[in-house]
């Protein structure tokens, strides 16, 4: 049977870190101090902890089709809250990737079933930014593009959550990134969308975008 493999892949796994750090699980049973919460996509080519070299215990992980955060989505809040109320996350990391499916089926309006409302969201973000995106060549560009700006959004929103704006004024310390990851060679590039302040968002959103558009100026006619 094949998930046989997958038991003897795990006993291996937890071998090696028991030797190269003794005790390691009993320690990681007494608490979790994760610094960083990773909102990412779905997609298995995104291994969240990996892609960071992060060990277990070190990074909280929430993920759903094309790394979407909705205002109304209780699961993601619920994570959010968790993150920064319980374990004081500083960092909060919205993770999206290039040749992203949900992101695809979204710019196609391809019908694919109950995702179709779920990435409605991004069709929004796509629609705010039409006017923009659409004088990008259609195909992989202009793709990448949407992949970077449904980032931007999702950060975006992130930090209009009332989990983010609370911290934030009672003077906690959280920093929220958009970062999107290249499935063709494993690096992430970092969107520069870092917000530490409700005061600041504004202007970061604005410069970051703005950088996004500068990016992609020698594919489009006028930006
Ligand atoms: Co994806």
Redo the contacts with the bound molecule.
């Keep these: 049977m094949k998930l046989d493999s997958l038991f003897e892949n795990n006993r291996a796994w937890a071998r090696d870190i028991e030797s190269r750090s003794p005790g390691f699980f009993t320690r990681l049973q007494q608490q979790q101090s994760p610094q960083y919460l990773w909102i990412g996509?779905?997609?298995s080519r995104?291994p969240a902890n990996e892609i960071v070299g992060m060990l277990p215990g070190e990074l909280f992980v929430h993920r759903n089709?094309?790394?979407v955060v909705v205002h109304s989505d209780l699961n993601c809040l619920s994570v959010m809250e968790f993150a920064i109320d319980s374990l004081q996350v500083k960092h909060i990391i919205v993770v999206g990737?290039y040749g992203?499916?949900?992101?695809k089926a979204a710019m196609q309006n391809l019908r694919i079933g109950i995702a179709d409302n779920w990435l409605r969201h991004v069709q929004d973000v796509r629609n705010q930014h039409r006017d923009w995106l659409y004088q990008l060549p259609d195909g992989p560009i202009r793709l990448d593009a949407l992949c970077e700006l449904n980032v931007l959004e999702q950060s975006l929103n992130v930090c209009q959550t009332t989990v983010v704006q609370d911290a934030w004024a009672r003077g906690q310390e959280v920093v929220v990134h958009g970062w999107v990851y290249g499935l063709n060679n494993g690096l992430i590039n970092d969107m520069r969308m870092s917000v530490a302040s409700a005061d600041a968002l504004a202007g970061v959103y604005a410069q970051a975008l703005d950088d996004l558009r500068q990016r992609y100026a020698a594919h489009g006619q006028s930006v």
């Design positions: 996509c779905s997609d995104v089709v094309a790394n990737h992203c499916s949900g992101v």
